[in-house]
């Protein structure tokens, strides 16, 4: 299947600093990313669709001055989180869609989040 | 919008045994049905997945059934082994719409030496 890589795979940041989180499809093109958050032992919860070369639409509740998606190129999406707090600790994973009514989503491995 | 329940929460399956996790999904729109398999802090990795145009799918050890009418569907792995232990999530989306996937809360599933 296709390849989505993350990085970093882990992060400890001190609160207030903001972190960028990469999300790569290495062997296709994706024209459409999403970023999940997942708590311990939960499922998990769809944060914002980023499309390339525009606006990332945000899901309810999910505050999008705080996380910031930009997605630059159809192999590169980022999630910053900006002024961390330690509410803000958790696992982001990435996924990739390999194209438009394919329905085939690819995840990334996950980056580990912990704000102190 | 879409609600998927799955169940059961955790499964313990002897060796060699076979393992059934079940989901029901609400929105009839849902025409795309994904099952992937989580290990412990790592992403979700697809395991197979099935279109409301089909009833049955099969790869190998693993086997999705969908009924439209009832709106539920079902992962099955038969000669289960070690390595199969992990949380497994079902989810269902559809693909004239958002293509978001809406995912079930999961299950835990051990197998037994």
């Known amino acids: 299947g296709a390849v989505v890589s993350q990085h970093p795979s882990r992060v400890i940041c001190k609160s207030g600093t903001s972190v960028k989180i990469e999300c790569r499809s290495l062997d296709f093109q994706a024209t459409t990313m999403f970023w999940y958050r997942q708590f311990p032992k939960k499922s998990l919860m769809l944060m914002a669709t980023s499309n390339e070369g525009s606006k990332a639409t945000y899901e309810q509740g999910v505050e999008k001055d705080k996380f910031l998606i930009n997605h630059a190129s159809l192999t590169l999406s980022t999630l910053t989180v900006t002024s961390a707090h330690p509410e803000d600790s958790s696992f982001y994973i990435c996924?990739?869609?390999?194209?438009?009514?394919?329905?085939?989503?690819?995840f990334g491995p996950g980056t580990r989040l912990t704000v102190l | 919008g879409e609600n998927v329940e799955q169940h059961p929460s955790t499964l313990s399956v002897q060796e060699g045994d076979s393992a059934v996790i079940k989901c029901t999904y609400s929105d009839s729109a849902s025409n795309y049905f994904p099952w992937y398999k989580q290990e412990l802090g790592k992403g979700p990795q697809l395991i197979i997945d099935i279109r409301s145009n089909v009833g049955e799918k099969k790869d190998q050890r693993i086997a999705v059934t969908l009924n439209k009418t009832a709106k539920h569907f079902s992962l099955h792995i038969t000669e289960t082994q070690p390595e199969d232990s992990a949380v497994y999530f079902c989810?269902?989306?559809?693909?004239?719409?958002?293509?978001?996937?809406?995912f079930g809360t999961g299950t835990r599933l051990t197998i037994i030496p």
């Open positions: 989810a269902a989306s559809n693909l004239f719409g958002n293509e978001k996937l809406t």
């Open positions: 996924s990739a869609r390999v194209g438009r009514g394919q329905g085939t989503q690819y």
